[in-house]
């Protein structure tokens, strides 16, 4: 069993178990607040928790011709996803063999070739290495040895993933059965909605997606969610790979704010091509380590939690739907967007609290409600694989 297969096990039995205490002083709580802001800890959840993890790029459609590409960032590592000349997607990093200048930047087009803005290295789409300038100036180089380096690639429900180190399960056996709850969504047929997204949040990427991780927040945090949906504690799975669904229910009573009680009103009408369920729903699903997926009846996006130092993020995402050019649909993505953002400037406001509460010199890490099991299976995967954090004060070495 490799070390992923491992942990993640472990976690989730460890998660499970501690839910029972035999007294008050025996809960399970989460980290300690010291591992929110030190560099040291940030390093090593790169090293340790982000590179052996599967991350999204994009989607299928947001490359569609040949030569489209788009990069993605995790720290210092850079990843570009393109399309070849045969219309396959291929994924390297994004370094240039000679002196390691990033080649690509946003998203964009390059018909033929990849060219090194630098000092010119050419590749072809392939990764393989046409041309370098003055070439009589490196004699006898092979160029077969210098092409660039891929990545290791899997594409799942029509999104791109990279691993950029480690050897964990494939995406779809982490997802399991789990898939199936995607099919009649369509993911494969989406288009984007609007262009990728970036957030810069003043919190570190742990606070962010301990957030994401539970609803138990909801009915305070985020009173239109509560006005429009039942909370979703009574139809939570959580599997042992850190994949963890929750799904609230539409109520029968429409909310009393206009945006969403018309986004109430309109979504069954118009999702018809989805079974009756899911167009009373809207499902909520994680990847661990910060990975989070919203499926709507009428769209679905992605998000990821990406460090950006200690005590800062991140939020990087983008928002597909199915082909559809009713002018109906375009009002229910709309109303869709618009009660999404107040839930997001509600979280940013809700981690910010967190961020600045977790620097008091008298917080102590408290007891975690069965509601936020996630948190703790989260939390137990950092302790599992930077052990240094089940400490209460940081040691004066961290390895």
Known sequence: MNIQNMVSGMSAALSAQRFHPADADTYPRGLPPWTYNNPAIARLEHQRVLLPSWQIVCHIN?????????????GPDSVVALRDREGAIQAY???????????????????????????GWTYNLDGSLRGTPVRESFPN????????????????????????????????????DMLDDFAPYQFEKMQPLAPMYYEDWDVDWKVAMDNYLESYHVP???????????????????????????????RPQPSSKWSEWRYQAMVE???????????????????????????YPDQMDFFQVLPRGPGKCTIRGGTYGLPDDRREMRVLRYLNARINRQVQREDDDLCRRVQRGLGSSFYKPGPLSTHEVCVLQFHDMIRERIPATLQAVPPNSLI
């Not at 947001?62 to 995790?74: K, M, S």
């Not at 990093?93 to 000092?119: D, F, K, M, Q, W």
């Not at 691993?163 to 399960?169: F, N, V």
């Not at 239109?224 to 539409?250: C, I, K």
């Open 62 to 74: 947001d490359i569609p011709q040949q030569g489209d590409y788009i990069t993605f960032d995790l």
């Open 93 to 119: 990093h994004n370094v240039c063999r000679h002196r390691a200048a990033r080649l690509l930047e946003g998203a964009g087009a390059c018909p033929g070739s990849i060219t090194c803005p630098y000092h």
């Open 141 to 176: 180089l092979d160029r077969a040895e210098h092409g660039l380096l891929k990545v290791r690639m899997e594409i799942m429900a029509g999104f791109v993933f990279v691993c950029l180190a480690g050897d964990p399960p494939t995406p779809a056996s982490m997802w399991g």
């Open 220 to 250: 305070i945090g985020h009173p239109g969610l509560s006005r429009m949906f039942t909370p979703d504690y009574d139809d939570q799975l959580n599997l042992p790979t850190g994949v963890a669904r929750g799904v609230g229910w539409m």
């Open 269 to 295: 009408g118009l999702t018809a091509h989805l079974p009756e369920a899911s167009r009373k729903c809207w499902r909520f699903y994680s990847m661990l380590p910060n990975l989070g997926i919203d499926v």
